[in-house]
DNA sequence: TTGTATGCGTTATCAC
DNA sequence: GTGATAACGCATACAA
């Protein structure tokens, strides 16, 4: 826009060298007050502010960070990211955000790059590292080609997976017990006597749905129940889905409950319920597997899991800013999911108390 | 993390000059197809990726823009900054998010930069442009400090706000037309035969509040109706504040409808009548000025206003753009705000229109 | 405490 | 077509 001033103009408006106009920059303490004192008015009279191009070229440090997700308007997400752009501005890192919209509500593809494009995008912008989740590394068949694209990233700088772990990289992961979580919303609907309880919404062939499913079967063998394939029905994350799949659900043998695979798609099928003239829990009990911002202002309210996606995130970028500093990286417990009661199972409510 | 290659290694191993090496990774034709294909292979065997630091500092393009918000968990924001990605994507551009939690739902300001600090970053990175939304920037009242950090920003970059226009800065504005939604939703309500219109939501102090409010009571007025200082609950945007300013709206008397600044704060509302006992819209009718992505699967479905946020976002986009590269940025309309007949004014649906 | 010289990895302007 | 070489703006050993 404007011919920038360089650290030479200061300098020599300054009457110093560049060095001494670095060091003051860089709060080094070798320089005296006096100096310090002239040299920094300069600086601010001029409005300098250093390149990061220039400084990241010779430290070979950018203070960003890359995250690498399908849709920043899925509320899980967002919240992820909002937590890992908190830390990082903590850190004096800056975030880059790409958005590969696989998997999205709007099915974008062809307008995205494919995600390994942002690989090479992370490589030459210099990110220290990149955090990655969703999309194609939560599919259960990575292709071979994707995994060539992660491991040659990964050789050439940190890389930290929310989600589930896979074999053939060296990437650090945050995994969620994605397993406990289903354990204690079927325990729930155990204990309320549900013993026909279905599935719904989640992609099939993606590690989030294909884990909580296979979680899903085994506790209910442990439970004695049987698994009926007519109360299963996938779709994918977002609201009209779980609209599509209740409906789907409704025209054939109901289930007493169903396990929703967020609060999206439970919402959706409240909605669908509550257009086929049914209602919640006494017709359908409802217990949803993540829990989003609105889930305790829906009608009913939905008992849902708090997989605690903020300290997820935290986690992440502490692991990732402990590979990026080398130093030796606790490996913090991660997050226990815990079950939100709400009205979508029957269970009484104390007089809960808001605002 | 690994010693990465240069340019030099490149062109020694490809027997060339680096001004080879350099016209086959910018595809330039002046390179003959042997010389391209020997370098191109050395290339990809090495997997070289170019510095886009060294690119930037000797181009003074990064070809990275940045967005400032608020709060990326909020899907007004959200919506918009997915928008902006992917423009932004199309043309080659990355983008830098900075959540600056001004008035987000934690509230959690010490720990996070102000929003100035931000500015500050993005002359640092030597971005080409910025693109502001919410925060400080829609505040009725601008602080003199940060109009001066806006205009020394604006003086060596784009910057385009997504907002209501101000004055004494020379930024790039693209506006939503406030005033025309609330009179849709308030002639809506008119037509019904509302004549107690109660406001609910928003924060006192910010332009989309206020110009709501502002409009609010004009077309009251216009109506012959009164605003009623006891149907006015102000609050913040999210579902809880929603919840709370319902609830205190209850302790006094009802109006027969309310305008609710978003689908967040419209649905708290929706609970908290519930939780009263009273029915909508038979006991109270509602509509809100911004649809989210659940507004249609709520019971009852809110009637509300379609924003077309994602036109605003590629609109911006496009206004930074063409800034950017100096073209004469075409002044597309803004988009007209349409409402979105859903079940909570008492409308029979399957007569849906849209305006 | 301050200054000098060099490197960082590109692009661009020249010659050849 | 191709190849030197000078920027680009900073940090940093090394000198002084």
Redesign the interface.
Same mark, same amino acid.
């Given at each position: 826009?404007?011919g920038?001033k360089t650290i030479y103009q200061i300098a020599e408006e300054a009457q110093v060298s560049i060095s001494t106009v670095s060091r003051v920059l860089n709060g080094s303490p070798l320089v005296s007050p006096r100096t310090r004192a002239i040299v920094q008015d300069v600086i601010d009279r001029n409005?300098f502010?250093?390149? #990061?191009?220039?400084r990241?070229?010779s430290t070979s440090k950018?203070h960003?960070i890359g995250v690498i997700l399908p !849709?920043?308007?899925n509320?899980y997400f967002?919240?992820l990211?909002?937590e890992i752009?908190?830390c990082a #501005?903590?850190q004096g890192y800056?975030?880059?955000?790409?958005?590969t919209?696989y998997g999205s509500?709007s099915r !974008?593809f062809k307008?995205?790059?494919g995600e390994s494009a942002y690989f090479?995008?992370a490589?030459?912008?210099?990110l220290e590292g990149v955090i990655i989740t969703g999309g194609q590394i939560d599919m259960d068949e990575i292709s071979a080609d994707y995994l060539k694209a992660l491991n040659?990233l990964r050789?050439?700088?940190?890389v930290v997976i929310i989600g589930q772990e896979f074999e053939g990289s060296s990437c650090d992961f945050v995994v969620r017990d994605l397993e406990r979580g289903v354990f204690l919303a079927l325990r729930h609907l155990g204990d309320l006597g549900h013993r026909r309880i279905g599935f719904l919404g989640g992609e099939p062939g993606v590690r989030v749905t294909s884990d909580r499913f296979k979680a899903y079967k085994r506790i209910l063998a442990d439970m004695g129940l049987a698994c009926r394939p007519t109360y299963v029905h996938f779709s994918d994350y977002?609201?009209?889905s779980?609209?599509a799949a209740m409906r789907e659900q409704l025209r054939g043998p109901l289930p007493s409950a169903v396990l929703a695979i967020n609060d999206?798609v439970a919402?959706?099928a409240?909605?669908a319920l509550?257009d086929a003239g049914l209602s919640i829990p006494e017709d359908m009990a409802l217990v949803s597997c993540d829990q989003f911002?609105?889930s305790?202002?829906?009608?009913p309210r939905i008992t849902t899991l708090d997989q605690q996606n903020s300290r997820l995130g935290r986690l992440a970028m502490a692991k990732l800013m402990g590979l990026i500093r080398g130093a030796p990286e606790e490996t913090a417990a991660p997050p226990e999911p815990r079950l939100v009661l709400g009205e979508s199972c029957g269970v009484k409510l104390g007089t809960r108390s808001?605002?």
């Open positions: 826009m404007k920038k409005h502010s250093p390149s #990061a191009l220039a990241g070229l950018t960003s !849709d920043i308007t509320p967002s919240a990211f909002l752009e908190r #501005a903590e800056s975030v880059v955000l790409y958005n919209m509500y !974008d307008k995205s790059l090479e995008i490589l030459e912008e210099r040659r050789r050439e700088m940190p977002y609201v009209p779980g609209y999206m919402l959706g409240v909605r509550g911002f609105f305790e202002y829906t009608v808001f605002e």
